[in-house]
């Protein structure tokens, strides 16, 4: 018979950041606060419960991963580990192998001091923050559930996560299994995986930073221009057509020519536009963050983009939501409905290829689109007054902040997003760190510089009033 305990000498506040519980090892992230989350989770779910874990490459991950699966198992929950794998095939396969929950540990594009748990539903939807909410509450209560679950361990997954995929490809008569892929998965979880799936299907395939390695020594596991430049050379020695590069625990991916990255609202607009053309459906589901790009493209095929709060989480359940063609954030994240309302970046990389008829429609699209200029910057901000900031800036009035004689409308979604005619500025607080974050893009770099500066001065005239 399961009884309760109650244990009140470790409390505290918000555990759920924008993607799930994150922080540097023996420090944020402790191996206390780490069993006490496992007893939190499984005192919420019924007895023996199935649980499924698995994590990225990082060198702590058997350490979280113990600490979690003791604080389960003490609850009375099975926990079945499936070893390293990409977080889509965690989320594809809670549902598929149907598992009550599943947990991810990760901390997807962190550097390797970082380390996090993120979980998902038995439908592969990640946690809703009323269902944080209800962990957070049972944590700070201290009060769990007692029993014995049982340990057990899975393979072949993935087998089972390509034999799923391998089913929603739609074959097309392209000739994009010509083209010679580059596959970095950055030493992530992607490694040893991704790769083989690609090669699987038919397409000739080479690997850079194959080796599942949670120091990252190959590059940084955050994908972007400035860290994929070893990428690119590789590609060009190679003599390939196309780099598909993975973040850590690969739920984000970008690309790369032999010219180079090809950019992130670039490939979600195209991915996108694509998406909308195929599925029939209008509308793309994304966030405040995103920028003007998208909207152009999709309005020229009679398509439309809703933004909703930042975060992978919350863009799934907006594509639920509005029945969208697609989900997406401009880091790289693809939310396919017809998978699931989880990000999927081996689908998405997948995908792209199916609607290629050369490499060079890339480019072609992209050098069609309008030049945007957008930048970011950044107010220091402590913690504890982020939320007032936040507070005085949604009651700020558009006449306000009007620039260049325009009144703009005000999004406060997530933020302050303040739109005008011909540009849009982001003020937000970041979630991991004491910074508010300003965002602004418009078809002037001049232009995109003055809305920076009239953020920060904004964010800065309230710190300023908060500090007397």
Aim: glycine fraction near 10%; proline fraction near 4%; charged fraction near 20%.
């Amino acid at each position: 018979m399961a009884t309760t305990t109650t244990d009140d000498s470790f409390v505290t506040g918000r555990l759920f950041g924008t993607s799930g519980i994150r922080g540097i090892v023996n420090k944020d992230l402790s191996i206390e606060l780490c069993e006490r989350v496992g007893k939190s989770l499984g005192s919420i779910f019924p007895l023996h419960a199935e649980i499924c874990i698995a994590t990225d490459t990082r060198q702590s991950r058997n350490m979280v991963k113990t600490a979690v699966c003791k604080g389960l198992l003490s609850t009375g929950g099975n926990v079945t580990d499936m070893g390293i794998l990409p977080t889509p095939a965690l989320a594809l396969l809670t549902r598929e192998m149907g598992f009550d929950t599943g947990i991810m540990i990760t901390a997807s594009h962190n550097p390797p001091e970082y380390n996090g748990i993120k979980l998902f539903n038995k439908d592969a939807s990640g946690y809703s923050k009323a269902q944080e909410e209800m962990i957070e509450r049972t944590y700070n209560s201290g009060t769990f559930r007692q029993g014995k679950g049982i340990s057990k361990t899975a393979s072949n997954m993935k087998q089972l996560y390509f034999s799923f995929i391998s089913d929603k490809l739609s074959p097309r008569n392209n000739s994009s299994h010509t083209l010679k892929l580059l596959i970095d998965p950055g030493n992530g979880a992607a490694s040893i995986f991704a790769g083989e799936i690609f090669q699987r299907l038919g397409y000739n395939v080479v690997t850079v930073n194959d080796e599942p390695d949670g120091l990252f020594p190959g590059r940084n596991p955050e994908p972007k221009g400035d860290t994929l430049k070893g990428t690119v050379a590789f590609l060009k020695e190679q003599n390939a057509d196309v780099a598909i590069c993975f973040d850590g625990d690969a739920d984000r991916v970008v690309f790369c020519d032999r010219e180079g990255f090809l950019g992130f609202d670039e490939m979600t607009t195209f991915i996108s536009a694509a998406k909308v053309r195929d599925s029939g459906k209008k509308k793309v589901a994304t966030t405040v963050e995103t920028g003007c790009l998208l909207d152009v493209a999709l309005k020229s095929i009679g398509g439309e983009v809703a933004r909703g709060k930042v975060g992978d989480v919350n863009v799934a359940y907006l594509v639920k939501e509005i029945d969208a063609a697609l989900g997406i954030e401009g880091v790289g994240v693809y939310i396919f409905p017809e998978l699931g309302y989880y990000p999927d970046s081996i689908f998405a990389a997948l995908y792209l290829l199916n609607n290629l008829e050369s490499i060079e429609q890339i480019r072609d699209f992209i050098r069609a689109l309008p030049k945007l200029s957008l930048k970011k910057g950044k107010v220091q901000c402590p913690n504890n007054i982020k939320q007032y900031v936040m507070d005085r800036l949604k009651n700020v009035t558009p006449a306000q902040i009007m620039f260049n004689g325009q009144q703009p409308n005000i999004n406060t979604i997530d933020g302050l997003r303040v739109e005008f005619v011909d540009s849009w500025m982001l003020i937000r607080p970041s979630g991991t760190e004491p910074i508010v974050r300003i965002i602004a893009e418009s078809f002037s770099p001049l232009q995109t510089d003055a809305l920076i500066t009239e953020g920060k001065n904004l964010v800065e005239s309230i710190i300023s009033c908060c500090n007397k």
